[in-house]
């Protein structure tokens, strides 16, 4: 009730779901398959010149994200979009290419970006964490948040994860693994945030904020604690067992 949906809803279906995803996915295929391209060739034409990655990349999430909202499109899902032709382009033209096996293969923008990236996400994970801190109340811990939680770790994302990996192949202990972790961070505050932009009254955002922020504190509590023992004993169940020496 916050905007028109259209006549029988039709607006929301053809715009906001349909045009947002595939122009989201097209915008997102084109730019990181448009950098890869130009980065391999730059780096090797006759003067072999040296590219920032670390700039690159961010220059590649600012200008496709600000170009799904100049027209609407979902600008989360067209930086992810990015991220995977860039790193597919990349490594399709590193195979098309055949160098020797003995030559050291040239740098990309996905390999020199990365660490760099890393280093952001860590820095900005603990800022974000602390301000989510700072944010929470005695009164925010309400059952119906704990329990919006619990649901959202036991059942909706082991019940998603099950589904989309149906059919896959995927072995069960990856799947668990899968269906367990998934900490809710960054996009469940986009998400939230673009909710109230639209326009919430201010009883239900500040509701929706206080679920959201209980929700990342129980998955950073949760999903945290456990993903070292989990992964851990992963490992070593997937580590094949050393053969005894005497065996023939």
């Known amino acids: 009730g916050l905007h028109g949906l259209g006549e029988n809803g039709m607006r929301w279906v053809l715009v906001e779901v349909l045009w947002a995803t595939a122009g989201a996915v097209a915008i997102g295929v084109l730019g990181g398959t448009a950098l890869a391209r130009l980065g391999w060739k730059l780096r090797r034409s006759a003067h072999k010149h040296a590219l920032m990655d670390d700039f690159l990349g961010l220059g590649l999430i600012g200008v496709v994200y600000g170009l799904c909202v100049l027209v609407d ?47 952001l996400e860590r820095l900005s994970e603990m800022l974000l964490v602390i301000l989510i801190g700072g944010t929470l109340f005695t009164n925010s811990w309400t059952w119906a948040a704990v329990a919006l939680s619990l649901f959202l770790f036991v059942v909706a994302r082991p019940v998603s994860v099950l589904i989309g990996l149906a059919g896959t192949g995927t072995a069960w202990k990856i799947r668990g693994l899968s269906a367990w972790f998934g900490v809710r961070g960054v996009g469940s505050l986009y998400y939230l945030m673009f909710a109230i932009q639209h326009g919430l009254p201010e009883a239900i955002a500040l509701q929706l904020i206080q679920f959201t922020l209980i929700v990342v504190t129980l998955s950073i509590l949760l999903h945290g604690t456990s993903v070292k023992p989990l992964l851990g004993l992963f490992w070593k169940r997937a580590r094949p067992e050393p053969q005894d020496a005497r065996t023939p």
Do not use: I
Not at 98 to 116: A, D, H, I, K, Y
């Open 73 to 119: 499109a979902w600008g989360f899902l067209a930086v992810f979009f990015a991220a995977v032709a860039l790193r597919q382009t990349e490594q399709r033209l590193a195979k098309a290419e055949q160098l020797p096996s003995e030559s050291e293969p040239l740098p990309t923008v996905s390999e020199g970006s990365l660490v760099f990236k890393e280093h």
